[in-house]
């Protein structure tokens, strides 16, 4: 991943927080309002960006060269409020003590400081983010520059990269300077040319592209009066894109280098803090581990073992395997770290997986471990032999159900969330992705592992009470941890792959591929790197003449979304995109499956995240198995590759049928809906007769297909844009759409209304089973946040349901299995599909059993309807 650069303009974020905020100053009489604004923004910008190179520009004084061309520029500015001017040398202090690089230059702007340290940074590669209330740094943007403008308030913003700017104002960056040349600036007395506003400006450059060919085609500009203004403020135009135009080689003396941000020191900032009087943020930074070399951890007695005794253990043991890589089979056991209430041991995976003693403790279920990340420890474990039983807690799956949204659940980011500083962080120990490693000091590596099992033994209590105060320790414990040790197993367990089958299907794409290739260069009439968007482009917008959607920086866009909407427009644009289809299927999916292949036994361990989406859906890498593309036969058919381990055996899938429309009949109780599937009609006709007012019987497959894009967008809040987007439809049309089925299904309705209502007061929602989705934009000014956070309102519970209902049935069918003996088992899970193996004699008892537990694992007003197939192979049984 590429270095992140932020660049932040300083003048203009203090200005934006201090009108911002209300005049706050501290007790000493300093005025903190900018300061404090600033400091929100500059937390989040190192919570959220985490940058590796961090500068503040600041404008250097009132004169720059640009006065040389234009005297009055910026001329008619109010003065600085002197409430605001004093709040800058505070704010420097802020920077130092955050050990933030600042920096200005005399006769320049923050700007062009901003550009030219963007542009270098953008030539080598690096990720650049610009954040400005200005939006003459839009000029800047490119693809790996974004700039992010300040809305309403100090963190609302909006991101551009170069399709949003083109979305937002219709203009790529290199046409900004010329919008403002048209159009001028009130704000830096910028002239422009009278009379052309933003509209205007944009539709010039839409027909002429540039300032200078306006100029030179004002013969074709439409209107008497736009042409003579454009005559007579000719100079004032070009004068004003002299001005606007950002000097992206200004004589800076601060490089790259100089802008490393390793982070700051918590001690310093909390004590700059005490002083200005932020006691509501030292929240944020108190607890953060941050680079604070200085920090002390109390000292901690480690025993390092190698004689392992059945006296070391007590019968409630924090137990900690330590790996380094995040791949429980294939990255080797460091070290293992246990804690109880007398001693802190560590051990060496060798030495364990020899000794009775610890294999006994390890399989007793009457022993409790407290562990961090139950599933990965079962797996671990099991490929030395060894069946961990007994796991009671498991912070890892606590602190995910606590706090769904956070995006780090590892050991030191709990302990410090929940106010204990007695672990480093990981990165602190082992170092960063590829330079990750144990240290060479023994002492200093057991001495961590002790120190993060004592604190997955010391938490158990709080992590506990905070799930029953949220009311979620049923969800915890009756359904996350019991299926946590089932995923453990089925990871371990594996799916075995038909490696010279799916052999075969690589060689059968590439003649595909060979195919189409041939075909496209037949109707291009040439040959050419079809990967390359630089030699694409030409063929397609030049050559073949088709309408330019968009251009980027290096040329014209040949993305995805750019061909679709070609797609009608020339038989090349089709078969451009079948073969980058095929493309992703040979190198991503069947070449990437080749390559994660156990040698050994041909099996696919597929990793599976319980702790990761904030719907509780799970998800799988290593593969991500969930993610073949099945639309396309190709794609479905390397299903085919995922056989049986065991002859005579047969692949056998069950899923739920439209699991979260039964859902949300269920939520809503709306009587229509309830009894559509009651009666076992088919939905989608249901809804298609409803919002058409026709018969059922009379219900098109067109109109049924409409109706199933609205019974599907209704789950996830689709908006007129969206529908009329997903149905080649006008957003009037969709809007009636959607409108006939809230009247159809009123209790829908009111369950959407309601729901919001309850997400604003409480700040979350909630599921079946308690889990929790917080959504802290709920009550934004910001329309955008807004919406998103009252369609994700609606939709969270329905996907969280489903979720929690299939986990339950995994539960169960495995309760289930075991009781009745069954051979079958388990092998994965695919969003509401269910795949085990079994013998082919189990098959028809297998039927009844799957098909009653699933539909029967949670009693809604509804029936759960579960269709199951099964043969050889995945393929087959679908």
């Known amino acids: 991943m590429a270095e992140k650069v932020v660049l932040i303009d300083g003048n203009s974020i203090a200005y934006r927080a201090f009108f911002a905020l209300p005049l706050l100053n501290n007790d000493k009489g300093v005025y903190t309002n900018a300061v404090y604004g600033f400091t929100t923004m500059l937390l989040k910008i190192l919570e959220e960006d985490q940058p590796d190179h961090l500068l503040v520009a600041f404008d250097a004084g009132k004169t720059t060269f640009r006065h040389k061309t234009y005297t009055e520029y910026k001329g008619g500015r109010q003065k600085t409020p002197s409430e605001l001017s004093e709040q800058f040398p505070v704010l420097k202090e802020l920077l130092d003590a955050f050990g933030v690089k600042y920096y200005q230059l005399d006769q320049y702007e923050a700007d062009d400081i901003i550009g ?90 839409k027909q002429f592209d540039k300032l200078e060919k306006v100029y030179e085609n004002l013969d074709e500009v439409s209107g008497k009066k736009l042409k003579e203004k454009l005559e007579s403020n000719q100079d004032e135009a070009f004068m004003s894109k002299e001005l606007v135009t950002i000097d992206r080689q200004s004589p800076i003396e601060v490089t790259l280098e100089d802008l490393a941000f390793p982070g700051y020191e918590t001690q310093k900032v909390t004590e700059f803090f005490k002083e200005l009087g932020f006691q509501s943020l030292l929240s944020r930074v108190q607890g953060e581990a941050g680079n604070d ?134 990165e602190e120990v082992y170092g960063k992705g590829a330079k990750m490693k144990r240290p060479d000091d023994d002492d200093v590596f057991y001495t961590h592992i002790g120190r993060k099992a004592q604190m997955v033994y010391q938490l158990k209590a709080s992590a506990e009470e905070q799930l029953k105060q949220n009311e979620q320790f049923e969800l915890y414990k009756e359904l996350e941890m019991p299926l946590a040790l089932i995923l453990g197993q089925m990871e371990h367990r594996g799916v075995l792959l038909d490696v010279d089958r799916l052999q075969g299907m690589g060689d059968e794409l590439e003649g595909r591929l060979e195919t ?173 007769s409803e919002v058409f007012g026709v018969d059922k019987d009379d219900v098109t497959s067109d109109m049924r297909r409409q109706a199933k894009a609205v019974n599907f967008g209704i789950v996830y809040g689709i908006s007129d844009y969206g529908l009329s987007q997903s149905l080649g439809i006008s957003r009037k049309e969709a809007q009636a759409f959607i409108d006939k089925y809230f009247e159809s299904y009123p209790g829908v309705k009111e369950y959407m209304e309601d729901t919001v209502r309850e997400a604003k007061r409480t700040g979350y929602v909630t599921t079946f089973m ?109």
């Open 293 to 426: 070399e200085a920090a002390e951890l109390p000292d901690i007695d480690i025993e390092v073992v190698e004689n392992i005794n059945s006296e070391m253990f007590t019968g409630q043991e924090a137990l900690v395997v330590e790996m380094l890589y995040d791949n429980y089979h294939q990255a080797p056991i460091e070290g293992i770290a246990i804690v109880n209430d007398t001693k802190k041991y560590v051990l060496s995976i060798e030495d364990a997986s020899k000794s009775d003693e610890f294999k006994q403790w390890a399989e007793d279920t009457n022993k409790e471990k407290w562990v961090f990340d139950a599933k990965g420890t079962v797996v671990a474990l099991l490929r030395y032999g060894i069946h961990v039983q007994g796991i009671t807690f498991d912070l890892l799956l606590a602190s995910y159900l606590i706090n769904p949204a956070e995006n780090n659940h590892d050991i030191p980011a709990i302990s410090h969330r929940m106010g204990e500083n007695a672990v480093k962080y990981d």
């Open 770 to 878: 308690n889990r929790r989705r917080y959504l802290p934009d709920i009550t934004s000014r910001n329309f955008n946040k807004r919406s998103f956070a009252e369609r994700t309102a609606m939709n969270s519970p329905i996907q969280g349901s489903a979720a929690d209902v299939i986990k339950k049935a995994m539960i169960d069918l495995d309760q289930k299995l075991k009781e009745d003996q069954f051979q079958a088992r388990m092998l994965l899970q695919v969003h509401d599909e269910l795949i085990l193996e079994a013998p082919e004699e189990e098959v028809e008892k297998l039927k009844e059993v799957v098909a009653s537990v699933m539909e029967h694992t949670l009693e809604l007003n509804v029936p759960l309807e579960v269709d199951y197939s099964y043969g050889p192979t995945w393929y087959d049984a679908k």
């Open 116 to 205: 030219t340290l963007a542009t270098q940074a953008g030539d080598k590669g690096l990720d650049v983010k610009v954040i400005s209330g200005d939006k003459d740094l839009l000029q800047l943007v490119s693809d790996n520059i974004t700039v992010s403008l300040t809305k309403k308030g100090i963190t609302n913003v909006d991101t551009y990269d170069p399709a949003f700017l083109l979305e937002k104002m219709e203009v790529r960056p290199d046409q900004v300077i010329d919008l403002k040349a048209l159009m001028g600036d009130s704000s830096d007395n910028i002239p422009g040319v009278p009379g052309v506003g933003e509209k205007t400006a944009v539709k010039l450059l």
């Open 516 to 688: 189409v290739q041939a075909e496209i260069y037949e109707l291009a009439g040439e040959t050419f790197n079809l990967n390359s968007p630089k030699q694409l482009g030409p063929i397609l917008f030049e050559k073949l003449e088709l309408p330019v959607i968009k251009k980027t920086k290096t040329g014209y866009s040949t993305s995805a979304d750019v061909l679709e909407q070609l797609e009608e427009k020339h038989e090349i644009i089709p078969k451009i995109l079948l073969y980058r289809q095929l493309g992703k299927l040979k190198s991503t999916y069947i070449e990437g499956l080749l390559k994660v292949v156990h040698e050994d036994t041909n099996k696919i361990h597929t990793r599976f995240n319980q702790a990761l989406t904030q719907t509780g859906r799970l998800s799988s890498i290593d593969p991500n198995l969930q993610n073949i593309p099945i639309r396309l036969e190709e794609g479905r058919k390397i299903r085919q590759a995922f056989v049986p381990s065991k002859e005579g055996w047969v692949m056998f899938a069950s899923d739920y049928s439209q699991i979260e429309l039964r859902v949300l009949a269920h939520i809503a109780k709306d009587e229509k809906l309830m009894a559509a599937f009651k009666e076992g009609q088919d939905i989608h006709t249901q809804t298609a």
